[in-house]
């Protein structure tokens, strides 16, 4: 019997980038505790555990990654740190009875609201969709427990959709979220923050400050700003900052 969809979430863990920071025994496991503590968390809340989760590192770590991953309890069945090339032996294994391929964007070190895969598995896009894309989120420092409702134009989360015969026979697009606005798309989880970008003690993207940089005099509430739909020009909103801790702890309650 031919599944519809198979929901892959693909995490990029040290095996991009030119520093060489990421392949040390001091980095890796310093990512790894944040993964352990947020990202799995997130993921083993998840309402659907239909979904596959591959966690890809550069080979040249492998030992000090699995030296470090047995310091740990073993992951869920689902869940696995992988090399590239073994990551994409799994894939066609795994879309051999598939007709579509969702390849979901999560970094490891932040989070999905519990409810995103079982959402993902219930939306109807059209045919023609190859970009699905959640505009919504929250900005979670931890380091000093500030949270704050943020609006991201291009989000590296989402997904992209993916023939699975294609894929097999190496035909498939090498679409990512970078494209999703140059691609057929449809916007999902309208004003409804699904997930959390992560700042923590080694960020090198963004900071907290940053982000209260991007606050808009003309827009009191970051979720309720429309859809930007323009590939051309940049679109990011903060606020408001959630101040109640007991709120705090609520909407942290939904992510991990």
């Known amino acids: ?25 001091h980095w890796i496991s310093y990512r790894l505790g944040l993964f352990m503590n947020y990202t799995l968390k997130s ?5 659907s555990q239909d979904f596959s989760c591959y966690a890809l590192y550069d080979p040249k770590s492998e030992a000090v990654v699995h030296k470090i991953l047995d310091l740990f309890p073993p992951l869920p069945a689902n869940i696995r740190f992988v090399t590239p090339v073994l990551y994409k032996s799994l894939l066609k294994s795994e879309l051999r009875d598939t007709s579509r391929m ?50 991201f134009w291009l989000p590296s989360y989402g997904a992209t959709i993916l023939n699975a015969d294609d894929y097999l026979k190496g035909q498939a697009p090498r679409h990512t979220w970078r494209d999703a606005l140059k691609i057929s798309r449809e916007f999902i989880n309208i004003n409804e923050p699904v997930w ?49 801790p007991d709120e705090i702890k609520r909407i942290l309650s939904q992510f991990y």
């Not at 993921?43 to 309402?47: A, G, I, N, Y």
């Not at 963004?206 to 739909?229: C, H, I, Q, R, Y």
Request: hydrophobic share 35%.
């Open 43 to 47: 993921l083993m809340l998840q309402t």
């Open 102 to 151: 969702y390849r979901v964007y999560l970094s490891s070190d932040d989070m999905y609201h519990k409810d995103f895969i079982k959402k993902l598995h219930l939306y109807k896009p059209q045919r023609e969709t190859v970009a699905l894309i959640p505009q919504y989120g929250y900005a979670y420092d931890s380091v000093r427990g500030r949270l704050g409702a943020f609006f």
């Open 196 to 244: 959390i970008n992560h700042i923590h003690g080694q960020n090198t993207a963004t900071t907290f400050e940053n982000m209260l940089g991007w606050k808009d005099s003309k827009v009191e509430n970051a979720l309720l700003l429309e859809p930007w739909t323009d590939a051309n020009r940049s679109r990011a909103c903060f606020g408001p900052e959630v101040t109640d």
């Open 1 to 25: 019997m031919v599944q519809e969809k198979k929901i892959v979430v693909e995490m990029l863990f040290n095996n991009w980038g030119s520093s060489p920071e990421r392949l040390t025994e």
